[in-house]
DNA sequence: TTGTACGCGTTATCAA
DNA sequence: TTGATAACGCGTACAA
């Protein structure tokens, strides 16, 4: 078993100083022609590759970045990664990836375990819990020791950082606007507490009902306490509820609502429309397949990816802050009418 | 904006050495309870944490586990990935993901840039393009340096090294085997090139049809070349072949010809039946929902972390190497008839 | 009981 | 052209 080879060992090997070694693998001109070509063969023979952590430790600067999400359930989060990820391996960054699993407990031991010395900077969306908590002293711990953060999706203004979300009000309003164009006049909503973006959302569900003349009925509004499958309260919303659509704040919602009408005997979008936020996997090989709204997660971890690095190698901190919204798009399938 | 204060900054407030203060903050006995509680006290109030980078160096010890997974679109990967998560957190460990999408060499990029002191042991599924190419030198490299590696799912004989995989022949042939006891005969398959899984699964497939005595038709089988959907293929093979049920190696094919068959007017289970490998959200909210194989994948990333974590803590390298084989199960739902 | 010195692997500055 | 030295932050064996 070959060990790591360093510096150190080249530079015994070869009887020349460490700085020599190190100098000349940089191709230094202060090396000679010789010496450059005999250490660089003899490294490249050995495959020397400088240790990370001890550049980092020099460089106070790690070329990692974390990423803490709240699931992996949400297709969205995961596209959001697959942005991150893209993005900063083409400047050079590696993506850490933590999951808080929508508890608080461990969005704060996450961002505690990198926060040492482990990341250059942040990039995260908030766990339900921190939103329904309100608490916000482990980030602001974080960003008060000058580590550059990005927030995305779910976000608060209580932090100072960048952003980067979805115009969710407008969003949904356009979405409830295209249902009552197509005619359908008893729009529903399936939504969730504490979250800012379902709240968000919720707005754009009333607005758009306000100026198109709906009264507003409390009984169309179904909030489901946490972000998974509550299937009595649905299958009770869809007994007890008359409705000609439904707007959902994710894919799963609205998925798992089509399946409960459809046993019900009505016909998709016949009878009733789906529009569901997150264009996934699911709404696109669902049976009908799902208009939704894409958040582009791609593109929007990419942003957040491009403002955290270019803020990390930023020197001066300008203490601006930026909220970018990427723009979401209405996918027309087959669960609406057009 | 306080910066991140160091051992140094306390022991020159405090005027002590910094030793002194190390040794404090590790509750020795060696230190006078006074100025213990002194140092501990200031370093609280600052909110002293080691960091990471610095101790890593000193031990040699990142408490890094580097995980290398082919894409996130199939949602076996992102629930291993969780399964990884959690039980490392658990000891300790953070997690670094990288995506190699399918692509040698990104997945040889990504490796070496992990390799250098980032991680103390890898977690790898291997990109199809890897094994088409059949060239793992980049990982008996690594595995040369002595650092710990568990290949999963997607594995090879031709390195050593621990290995956590289902028994896809034997998963496969009891999919198989149940069609032909609900008196099916003319049973597909469709799968993938180049990719252990996919073969293994397809012996399966073979050796349940011999055993029922069935005679192979090579017709009944499609083979994709890169695992992703190619509508067209697909449209044909139904068109041109008949059949009464189907396997796929992996959801989203099986997902895609239910639509297909559907839109075609066949009912399922009645006319065709469907069984895809992973038991993802979209088998489980599928309409109608997908029988399917469950790789139990997070139970498998835990494993996996497992025994990664064991060995790098085990100083003395055995250089024995352990298959763990993690049983799958059949889960029956809507696409296939008791 | 406290402090000094060294090493982890690298880089940068300054001296030879 | 090369090498010695210090520094990044921490921990520890050893000396005081």
């Known amino acids: 078993?070959?060990?790591?080879?360093?510096?150190?060992?080249?530079?015994?090997?070869?009887?020349?100083?460490?700085?020599?070694?190190?100098?000349?693998?940089?191709?230094?001109?202060?090396?000679?022609?010789?010496?450059?070509?005999?250490?660089q063969a003899f490294a490249k023979l050995y495959n020397y590759k400088p240790n990370n952590i001890a550049v980092s430790l020099k460089n106070k600067r790690t070329k990692n970045i974390g990423v803490i999400i709240p699931n992996?359930?949400?297709?969205?989060?995961?596209?959001?990664?697959?942005?991150?990820?893209k993005y900063a391996n083409e400047r050079g960054y590696n993506v850490i990836v933590c999951l808080s699993d929508e508890s608080f407990d461990k969005e704060v031991i996450n961002m505690e375990m990198l926060a040492n010395g482990s990341i250059d900077g942040f990039i995260m969306s908030l766990s339900t819990e921190?939103?329904?908590?309100?608490?916000?002293?482990?980030?602001?711990?974080?960003?008060?020791?000058?580590?550059?953060?990005?927030?995305?999706?779910?976000?608060?203004d209580e932090v100072d950082c960048d952003k980067v979300i979805i115009n969710d009000k407008d969003s949904a309003y356009k979405a409830v606007k295209k249902l009552l164009d197509s005619g359908r006049r008893k729009i529903a909503l399936i939504n969730t507490e504490n979250l800012s973006v379902s709240n968000a959302?919720?707005?754009?569900?009333?607005?758009?009902l306000r100026e198109g003349g709906i009264s507003i009925d409390e009984k169309l509004v179904l909030t489901l306490p946490h972000e998974s499958i509550d299937e009595k309260a649905i299958q009770y919303f869809f007994d007890t509820v008359s409705m000609d659509a439904v707007l959902?704040?994710?894919?799963?919602?609205?998925?798992?609502?089509?399946?409960?009408?459809?046993?019900?005997?009505?016909?998709i979008p016949e009878d009733i429309s789906f529009i569901g936020f997150t264009d996934g996997l699911?709404?696109?090989?669902?049976?009908?397949?799902?208009?939704?709204?894409?958040?582009?997660?791609?593109?929007?971890?990419?942003?957040?990816?491009?403002?955290?690095?270019?803020?990390?190698?930023?020197?001066?901190?300008?203490?601006v802050y930026r909220t970018e919204i990427i723009d979401s798009t209405l996918i027309e399938r087959e669960s609406t009418v057009n």
């Open 1 to 39: 078993m070959k060990r790591k080879i360093t510096l150190k060992h080249i530079a015994r090997e070869l009887e020349v100083s460490i700085s020599t070694v190190s100098k000349a693998l940089k191709n230094s001109e202060e090396i000679s022609k010789d010496t450059k070509e005999k250490i």
């Open 72 to 85: 992996i359930v949400h297709h969205f989060f995961t596209t959001v990664v697959r942005g991150i990820e």
């Open 130 to 156: 921190t939103q329904a908590k309100k608490d916000y002293n482990h980030i602001k711990e974080v960003t008060s020791q000058g580590i550059p953060l990005v927030m995305f999706d779910r976000v608060t």
């Open 201 to 208: 959302r919720t707005e754009g569900y009333y607005k758009a």
């Open 248 to 267: 959902c704040v994710n894919e799963i919602f609205a998925i798992y609502g089509m399946r409960v009408v459809q046993k019900k005997g009505l016909k």
């Open 282 to 319: 699911l709404s696109k090989y669902a049976n009908p397949s799902l208009s939704a709204i894409a958040q582009h997660g791609e593109n929007m971890g990419a942003v957040a990816a491009q403002m955290l690095i270019d803020k990390v190698e930023n020197e001066e901190d300008d203490e």
